[in-house]
Nanobody
Framework: QVQLVESGGGLVQAGGSLRLSCVVSGSPFSINRMGWYRWYRQAPGEQRGLVAH???????NYADSVKGRFTVSRDNAKNTVYLQMNSLKPEDTAVYYC?????????WGQGTQVTVSS
């Protein structure tokens, strides 16, 4: 089994920064087979959308709306995925979710609220 635990959300002023963390726990067998980690977000009244993803090899991709401001990274030794968010805007306000995908399954965190004040 695999569990994703997110932290780092909160209230921040526009232009500020936050770093979200996603700690992955479970059997080494399962964790070692994760192919992708992804960050999604869902704003009020909007569909859940992909923010960023990172592969087991470290390749990354970002939504156009966050390119140049957000950075996704992965620390395999700590089984942790990060989303560094800089130059935050009010439109970044959303619940952010961590997602992990492997041949064994598709796992989700419970989400963490990010609120950016104007």
């Amino acid at each position: 089994q695999v569990q994703l635990v997110e932290s780092g959300g909160g209230l921040v002023q526009a232009g500020g920064s936050l770093r979200l963390s996603c700690v992955v726990s479970g059997s080494p067998f399962s964790i070692n087979r994760m192919g992708w980690y992804r960050w999604y977000r869902q704003a009020p009244g909007e569909q859940r959308g992909l923010v960023a993803h990172i592969s087991s090899g470290g390749s990354t991709n970002y939504a156009d709306s966050v390119k140049g401001r957000f950075t996704v990274s992965r620390d395999n030794a700590k089984n942790t995925v990060y989303l560094q968010m800089n130059s935050l805007k009010p439109e970044d306000t959303a619940v952010y979710y961590c997602n992990a995908v492997s041949t064994l399954g598709d796992y989700w965190g419970q989400g963490t609220q990010v609120t950016v004040s104007s």
